[in-house]
Protein backbone atom coordinates (compact mmCIF):
# COMPACT_ATOMS: atom_id res chain seq x y z
CA UNK A 1 0.00 0.00 0.00
CA UNK A 2 2.95 2.14 1.31
CA UNK A 3 4.49 2.01 -2.51
CA UNK A 4 1.50 2.60 -4.53
CA UNK A 5 0.89 5.72 -2.61
CA UNK A 6 4.06 6.59 -3.16
CA UNK A 7 4.17 5.43 -7.09
CA UNK A 8 1.00 7.64 -6.96
CA UNK A 9 2.54 10.73 -5.32
CA UNK A 10 5.52 10.61 -7.55
CA UNK A 11 2.93 10.31 -10.83
CA UNK A 12 0.34 13.61 -9.35
CA UNK A 13 3.21 15.42 -8.27
CA UNK A 14 5.92 15.63 -10.53
CA UNK A 15 3.67 13.47 -13.42
CA UNK A 16 6.44 10.69 -14.09
CA UNK A 17 4.73 8.49 -16.27
CA UNK A 18 3.56 5.44 -14.70
CA UNK A 19 5.87 2.99 -16.58
CA UNK A 20 9.00 4.64 -15.86
CA UNK A 21 7.45 4.85 -11.97
CA UNK A 22 7.17 0.97 -12.30
CA UNK A 23 10.28 0.30 -14.11
CA UNK A 24 12.14 2.30 -11.87
CA UNK A 25 10.24 0.74 -8.55
CA UNK A 26 10.79 -2.45 -9.79
CA UNK A 27 14.91 -2.23 -10.36
CA UNK A 28 15.01 -0.49 -6.67
CA UNK A 29 13.55 -3.42 -5.26
CA UNK A 30 15.61 -5.58 -7.06
CA UNK A 31 18.26 -3.76 -5.63
CA UNK A 32 16.87 -4.07 -2.25
CA UNK A 33 16.89 -7.83 -2.64
CA UNK A 34 20.37 -8.42 -3.70
CA UNK A 35 21.77 -5.97 -0.37
CA UNK A 36 19.10 -8.28 2.10
CA UNK A 37 20.20 -11.89 0.90
CA UNK A 38 23.87 -10.95 0.59
CA UNK A 39 26.88 -12.91 -1.07
CA UNK A 40 24.97 -16.09 -0.70
CA UNK A 41 21.77 -15.29 -2.51
CA UNK A 42 19.14 -16.98 0.00
CA UNK A 43 18.00 -16.70 3.28
CA UNK A 44 17.68 -20.15 4.79
CA UNK A 45 14.82 -21.33 7.09
CA UNK A 46 15.28 -24.01 9.19
CA UNK A 47 13.13 -27.05 8.06
CA UNK A 48 11.57 -27.42 11.77
CA UNK A 49 10.32 -24.06 11.58
CA UNK A 50 6.73 -23.53 11.65
CA UNK A 51 6.38 -21.33 8.26
CA UNK A 52 7.99 -24.72 6.84
CA UNK A 53 5.79 -26.97 8.66
CA UNK A 54 2.75 -24.49 7.58
CA UNK A 55 3.91 -24.45 4.00
CA UNK A 56 4.87 -28.12 3.24
CA UNK A 57 3.53 -30.26 6.31
CA UNK A 58 0.50 -29.59 7.27
CA UNK A 59 -2.91 -30.93 5.61
CA UNK A 60 -6.40 -30.93 6.15
CA UNK A 61 -7.71 -34.00 7.59
CA UNK A 62 -9.55 -35.86 5.05
CA UNK A 63 -13.11 -35.66 5.94
CA UNK A 64 -12.86 -32.01 7.12
CA UNK A 65 -11.56 -31.34 3.17
CA UNK A 66 -14.89 -32.99 2.09
CA UNK A 67 -17.24 -30.70 4.29
CA UNK A 68 -15.32 -27.32 3.21
CA UNK A 69 -16.07 -28.68 -0.01
CA UNK A 70 -19.26 -29.49 0.78
CA UNK A 71 -19.86 -26.14 2.49
CA UNK A 72 -18.27 -24.04 -0.07
CA UNK A 73 -21.53 -25.70 -2.72
CA UNK A 74 -23.75 -25.12 -0.72
CA UNK A 75 -22.88 -21.25 0.18
CA UNK A 76 -22.57 -21.12 -3.51
CA UNK A 77 -26.21 -22.49 -4.01
CA UNK A 78 -27.72 -19.99 -1.83
CA UNK A 79 -26.06 -17.13 -3.24
CA UNK A 80 -27.63 -17.99 -6.14
CA UNK A 81 -31.25 -18.34 -4.99
CA UNK A 82 -30.87 -15.48 -2.81
CA UNK A 83 -29.93 -12.98 -6.13
CA UNK A 84 -32.33 -14.85 -8.34
CA UNK A 85 -34.93 -14.14 -5.49
CA UNK A 86 -33.81 -10.84 -5.51
CA UNK A 87 -33.90 -10.06 -9.31
CA UNK A 88 -37.36 -11.95 -8.99
CA UNK A 89 -38.82 -9.44 -6.57
CA UNK A 90 -37.58 -6.43 -8.49
CA UNK A 91 -39.57 -7.68 -11.59
CA UNK A 92 -36.14 -8.68 -13.43
CA UNK A 93 -35.23 -11.40 -15.13
CA UNK A 94 -33.56 -14.33 -13.15
CA UNK A 95 -31.43 -17.27 -12.96
CA UNK A 96 -33.56 -20.41 -13.02
CA UNK A 97 -33.35 -23.28 -10.70
CA UNK A 98 -32.15 -25.77 -12.92
CA UNK A 99 -29.32 -23.14 -13.54
CA UNK A 100 -28.70 -22.90 -10.60
CA UNK A 101 -28.73 -26.59 -9.21
CA UNK A 102 -26.72 -27.34 -12.67
CA UNK A 103 -23.85 -24.47 -11.79
CA UNK A 104 -23.97 -26.15 -8.31
CA UNK A 105 -23.44 -29.75 -9.17
CA UNK A 106 -20.34 -28.64 -11.55
CA UNK A 107 -18.66 -26.38 -8.68
CA UNK A 108 -18.90 -29.84 -6.78
CA UNK A 109 -17.70 -31.52 -9.68
CA UNK A 110 -14.66 -29.04 -9.89
CA UNK A 111 -13.96 -29.11 -6.07
CA UNK A 112 -14.67 -32.32 -5.51
CA UNK A 113 -12.30 -34.58 -7.80
CA UNK A 114 -9.19 -32.33 -6.99
CA UNK A 115 -9.97 -32.71 -3.37
CA UNK A 116 -10.46 -36.57 -3.78
CA UNK A 117 -7.24 -37.34 -6.20
CA UNK A 118 -5.32 -34.89 -3.30
CA UNK A 119 -6.88 -37.57 -0.41
CA UNK A 120 -5.33 -40.65 -2.25
CA UNK A 121 -1.91 -39.45 -1.23
CA UNK A 122 -1.33 -36.54 1.90
CA UNK A 123 -4.42 -34.48 1.07
CA UNK A 124 -5.46 -30.77 1.27
CA UNK A 125 -2.62 -28.48 2.34
CA UNK A 126 -3.21 -25.72 4.74
CA UNK A 127 -1.01 -23.37 2.66
CA UNK A 128 -3.88 -23.82 -0.30
CA UNK A 129 -6.73 -23.54 2.38
CA UNK A 130 -5.25 -20.46 3.18
CA UNK A 131 -4.81 -18.82 -0.44
CA UNK A 132 -8.45 -19.83 -1.07
CA UNK A 133 -9.44 -18.16 2.02
CA UNK A 134 -7.19 -14.62 0.73
CA UNK A 135 -8.76 -14.99 -2.38
CA UNK A 136 -11.99 -15.04 -1.14
CA UNK A 137 -11.69 -11.55 1.14
CA UNK A 138 -9.93 -9.79 -1.70
CA UNK A 139 -12.68 -11.09 -3.80
CA UNK A 140 -15.14 -9.48 -1.24
CA UNK A 141 -13.19 -6.64 -0.69
CA UNK A 142 -12.59 -5.61 -4.22
CA UNK A 143 -15.97 -6.21 -5.26
CA UNK A 144 -18.43 -5.19 -2.35
CA UNK A 145 -16.76 -2.01 -0.59
CA UNK A 146 -15.66 0.92 -1.85
Known sequence: MLVGLLYGFLFTRFGVPSFVITLAGLLGFLGLQLWVLGKTGSINIPFDSWIVQFAQQWFLPDWLSYVLVVLTVLVFAAQLVFIARRRTKAELTAISTTSIVARSVGLLVVLGVPTWYLNQARGVGLMFLLFL????????????TR
Not at 133 to 144: A, C, E, K, T, W
Open 133 to 144: VLVVVMNFFLLR
